[in-house]
């Protein structure tokens, strides 16, 4: 049985590696409409090829891909609640062994950083967790569109938009300021703007990652003599160590700051001034004279 498993599993990679390679023999061999620099220039700054939404406004391809894996998550969760969840049992099948993993991963990182308050903090990091992963393999997928010019583009990671990681930076700062007022009052807002630096260094280590990525990945595809079995390698690999790495790096400094925050102070008591301490003084003075 194992060995009919390994069979498969290498039947499938080898399909994979194949449509791969094809697909970016077709993409190679066609004409490209900007230069290697234009290209590295509009993955950051997304100046050109913008795609019209409904065609009312022109936006760029990382909106798109935003609402796609969104709609994704979404329909993914439905069906696992409506189809799997009511099957579940004792002795875990497959996809609710799958599941189950998944969700611990999130719920160990909330358990061990929060341990005070941890429910939400669970909910939040695997809401995060799995849209930066799901997000970040989306462009393994290849999607095209078509810009407001014409050109046909491929449609990368929604978290590679400078806007999308500093939403989710903020948004982050936020949910942890958030467990600072639950547990603490005005006192945990005060410990949360502490670490103002936080929302940015969220911010631009999720856009320099995935970046970084795009970039390398974009400059080995513009070369015909290194576009036809390198990108897969190189294409693969970028988006798996990003997606697990940023998925993992984000969810845990938000996990320890919201602990940190959300953790009640305990007040000193304060001390009692009155017939015992004026005795304890007298005691003392006694003593010193004998």
Known sequence: MDKKKRNITIIVLAIILAVDVGLMFLVTTGAKHETIRQAMKDAVLHNSNKISLFGIIEVNPALISAYIVTAV???????????FFPKFTMVPGKVQLLVEEWVGVFRNLATGNSPHRN????????????????????????????????????????????????????????????????????????????????????????????????????????????????????????TLMHALIQAYVLTMLTSVYYGEVSEVSEKKPKKKKGKNSDSSEENVEVQVQA
């Open 119 to 238: 429910k939400i903090l669970g909910g939040y990091i695997f809401a995060a967790g799995t849209y930066i992963f799901l997000g970040t393999l989306f462009e393994l997928l290849g999607v095209q569109a078509i810009t407001s010019e014409g050109h046909s583009i491929t449609l990368g990671a929604p978290l590679a938009d400078i806007n999308a990681a500093i939403a989710m930076g903020c948004l982050s700062y936020l949910f942890i300021m958030s467990g600072g007022i639950a547990g603490n009052k005005v006192k945990g807002v005060f410990l949360t703007l502490k670490e103002f630096s936080l929302p940015i260094s969220m911010s631009f280590r999720l856009f320099g990652a995935l970046l970084s990525g795009l970039l390398v990945t974009e400059l080995v595809y513009y070369y015909i003599n290194l576009s036809f079995v390198l990108p897969v390698i190189v294409g693969v690999l970028f």
């Open 73 to 83: 998550i979404l329909i993914l969760a439905i069906v696992i609640r409506v189809f």
